[in-house]
């Protein structure tokens, strides 16, 4: 099935000679679904609860240690940012001009699959610069600074650590932990992977070594 819209060019549309003018969408039905709602025990069963209170509980758990997740998050990057701020870190230029440079292309290549013209690609790419090099510059202080707040406190990332991470990795994804293993190790992703939790275990000892006050 097949229908006609009217519509008019929205202000940035990537053709430049259109914008602002009416024109017409076709649209081409294949498919068409219908969404059918989840009953009680559906949902029930999906949520692992057996009743209507139970479901009530496990959502207010669940937002409760969303806000908890949430707040943790905030006191982990007021800390650094802080650390960051205490402890001038001059990065080398070149490392730093490459990851820039490496933003930047990202930043190119989704505008381009947006449809948007090289004129505007341009624009954009040079209006994110000066973000997008302060945005790199602290990523790379905080990556030093916690690589060396880890050889001080002897942190360290465990193969156990790993195993378990993948553990997690593959009960998300409903595979098995031997798949996602091979996956990580074909694709080079342990070095990634273990860069990450390391920054997760200095960020939570950041966060239980520091007084708080209110």
């Known amino acids: 099935e097949q229908r006609t819209f009217d519509i008019v060019f929205p202000e ?7 914008r602002g003018k009416k024109g017409s969408c076709l649209v081409t039905v294949n498919e068409a679904y219908r969404i059918i709602a989840p009953t009680d025990e559906e949902i029930f069963k999906l949520m692992e609860v057996e009743d209507e209170a139970g479901l009530q509980e ?18 982990e990057n007021a800390l650094l940012d802080q650390l960051i ?19 930047a292309a990202e930043l190119r290549k989704n505008l381009e699959e947006q449809g948007l ?25 905080a990556v030093y600074l916690m690589e060396e707040i880890a050889k001080a406190e002897e942190i360290q990332v465990k193969e156990e650590d790993l195993l378990g991470e993948l553990g997690q990795i593959a009960e998300r994804n409903q595979a098995q932990v031997d798949e996602v293993r091979k996956y990580y190790q074909e ?4 070095p990634q992977l273990a860069l990450e939790l390391l920054e997760r275990k200095v ?11 209110e």
Do not use: Y
């Open 12 to 18: 940035d549309f990537p053709g430049e000679e259109h």
């Open 58 to 75: 496990s959502v207010r758990t669940r937002i409760g240690e969303a806000k908890a997740q949430q707040e943790q998050g905030r006191l």
């Open 85 to 103: 701020e205490a402890h001038p870190l001059e990065l080398p230029e070149p490392l730093l001009e490459e990851q820039v440079a490496a933003k």
């Open 117 to 141: 013209d090289s004129e505007e690609i341009d624009r954009r790419v040079q209006e994110e610069e000066q973000s997008v090099r302060q945005t790199t510059s602290r990523a790379m202080r």
């Open 187 to 190: 694709q080079g992703l342990i």
């Open 203 to 213: 960020r939570t000892f950041l966060r239980e070594a520091a007084v708080i006050k």
